[in-house]
Structures are given as C-alpha cells and as structure tokens.
C-alpha cells in the first residue's frame, strides 16, 4: 500500500505563505484523486482541496478558495497545496490523502501522517 509523507508546515504570521508537499512511496498514487484535508484543535477532520488523478479538475472549500492552489506532478509522485493569504483560522494540522471517495472527496482510503500549520494574528 502507498504512504504518504507531507512537509512543509510550520509557523506563519497572517497574510503570509506556506507551500505543503505531499510525497507518495510508489507510482500508484498518480492513478489516483488525491488531496488535503485539516484537522484544528477541538474541531473534526474538515475538506479542504482535491484534484483529480489527471490534474484536470479541482476542488476547494469555500474557506480557501481564492487563497489556497493545489497541484499534483505524477512524475514525481508527488501533491502539493499552496496555501496564500494565511489566516489564524487556518491553524490546523493538515492531512494529505489519496484514493479518493466520492468528489469532492469526504475520505481518503489512504492518508499521511500530517503537518502542523500554525498562522499567528
């Protein structure tokens, strides 16, 4: 089975930028939709982006869109969620996840193990 491993969290002030990798183990993961979801503290696992195997189509919570760009290279196997205009609301820990249910996807059969993003005011 594919793992996925993200990076690129960290802490941020608002209005700025962060760039989160998505890095699959094997090349299965460019068959499939992938795409984030995040996790703030109290709160439950919330949707954030997908895109679909090809890259053709997206996907964005109305929270993020128009902030927020994901992007996939299969080449690499790898996703990417680049994430503009950061709001303290953002904080969370964000999830990356492949093979997708449904579009928008509301699960992932496969999910890494988080980055923590954290946006001070």
């Known amino acids: 089975q594919v793992q996925l491993k993200e990076s690129g969290g960290g802490l941020v002030q608002a209005g700025g930028s962060l760039r989160l990798s998505c890095a699959a183990s094997?090349?299965?993961?460019?068959?499939?939709?992938t795409g984030w979801f995040r996790q703030a503290p109290g709160k439950g696992r919330e949707f954030v982006a997908a895109?679909?195997?090809?890259?053709?189509?997206?996907s964005y919570a109305d929270s993020v869109k128009g902030r927020f760009t994901i992007s996939r290279d299969n080449n690499k196997d790898m996703g990417f969620l680049e994430m503009n205009n950061l709001r303290p609301e953002d904080t969370a820990i964000y999830y990356c996840?492949?093979?997708?249910?449904?579009?928008?996807?509301?699960?992932?059969?496969?999910w890494g193990q988080g980055t923590q993003v954290t946006v001070s005011s």
């Open positions: 996840g492949s093979d997708g249910v449904g579009w928008p996807p509301t699960d992932f059969h496969i």
């Open positions: 094997d090349h299965t993961f460019s068959g499939y939709a």
């Open positions: 895109i679909t195997w090809s890259g053709a189509h997206q």
